[in-house]
């Protein structure tokens, strides 16, 4: 197998754990890593045995051994960074989210057609094996026909008035965290018919946190939350006509599912409390399984990975872009002075 050149942009936290993991890939050349500071990208691809540093994403786009670029930088510059990689002619795996709001993501779907080069935003949790099997189980009937999600990542990153979130970098817990338990519901819920959401809104516009509730028809909701200055409980749970199935905290990473379930004719409903768990360790960070997927994809000329198409990002910036709208109009409640 020809091996697939990778050029990673950004040296922040992220780029240094999928540099990592792309050492446990086959079929992956660690050829370029490029910085704002070209001794940062020199440090970096000493630490990660990376050929080939350089001082910014124009001298990369023109090294043209470089076949794919890894996009580890702040959410207000992937779809730009993303659209010149593809105008240049180089495939893209872009972090999430991959744009601000839908608008964003659609150029970046736009360039990849006109190119014809391969894009996709890094939704690594539906990669991860446990993840995957759940979501099989669940559309095998393994909980019956499902009613409700309950899904939230809130983790203190930082103190509130962080100054290392800005409007700038577009720092948002709905497009950092709250992505993921969003798509968690589309996987098993699907568009919602209607929303409502509130948010913790800093005054310069930051949200710090949010939690929203999704309908659907029939009563089926979904109920959402993320915080990037608090805990939330960082599970997830799936509940249908027989019985419920949790991913394991962290759910976006998860390397197990906990199934309660009456489904196969089970009328003891003490087994609901004898749980099932199924555990698929991950690899690397849990990097490795979407790496490998997109490495795989190429190589086989696919434009598009058939778990993450370009379709389903737009889909979930479209979803975010209502929790906001509505978040954003509603009054903030403080605590009273
Ligand atoms: N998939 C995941 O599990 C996961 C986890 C964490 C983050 N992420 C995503 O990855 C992205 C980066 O997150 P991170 O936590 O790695 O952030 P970070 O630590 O702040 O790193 C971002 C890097 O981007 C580069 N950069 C380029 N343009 C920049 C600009 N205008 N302002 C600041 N930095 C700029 C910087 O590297 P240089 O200084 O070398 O230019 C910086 O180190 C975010 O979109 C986030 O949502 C994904």
Redesign the pocket.
Known sequence: MTELAWGIV??????RAIAADLALTPGVRRLAVT???EP??REFADTFSIERAYGGVEELLADEDVDILYI????A??SDIAVRALEAGRHVLV???AGVDSSDVRRIADAARASGRFAME?M?MRFAPAYRAAIEDIRNGAIGSVTSVRASFGIPFGDPESASWTVQ?RSSTLL?QGIYPVTLALDVLGVPESLCATAHVRSDGVDLAVHATLEYRDHRFAQLAASMTGWTELSAAVSGSAGWLTLSPPFWATDRYVLHSLAGGATDQESLFRPDPTVHPREGFGYVPMLRAVTEAIADGLKEHPLHPLQDSITIAEILDRIRACATSQPQLGLPT
């Open positions: 950004g040296t922040g936290s992220v780029s910085s704002r500071e940062r990208a580890g930088t702040p959410h510059t992937h972090e999430k989210p890094g690594w970098r950092d």
